[in-house]
């Protein structure tokens, strides 16, 4: 089992920023593809970023992002905090939405919602024109 808490969204406005993090507990954090999802009212959920499983104390993460916001955010992961946080830059009125981390990629995809096996509560964020 995989528990998920995101923190920091809230009302914004526009080119401003933000940063969510997401607190995970329960299984091996390191081994855990992570990423975030975010979903505006009558909207689909949409892939936002993720960032991929560190197989080694000393190999590196890739990273993956949504068109929409490539450029302005960036997701990044601390293994001995067991967090994953996503910087938000440049914030634009259509980023407003719930943002949800998840955790356990089980493929192919790290851009498919239905891929994850854990999801935390969501946070709002609200950016204002």
């Known amino acids: 089992q995989v528990q998920l808490v995101e923190s920091g969204g809230g009302l914004v406005q526009a080119g401003g920023s933000l940063r969510l993090s997401c607190a995970a507990s329960g299984r091996t954090f390191r081994s855990s593809d992570m990423g975030w999802f975010r979903q505006a009212p009558g909207k689909e959920r949409e892939f936002v970023a993720a960032i991929s499983r560190s197989v080694y104390s000393w190999s590196s993460s890739r990273t993956y992002y949504g068109d929409s916001v490539k450029g302005r955010f960036t997701i990044s992961r601390d293994n001995a905090k067991n967090t994953v946080t996503l910087q938000m830059n440049s914030l634009k009125p259509e980023d407003t939405a719930i943002y949800y981390c998840?955790?356990?990629?089980?493929?192919?995809?790290?851009?498919?919602?239905?891929?994850?096996?854990?999801w935390g509560q969501g946070t709002q964020v609200t950016v204002s024109s």
């Open positions: 998840a955790a356990d990629n089980r493929g192919p995809s790290y851009s498919d919602y239905l891929a994850y096996g854990y």
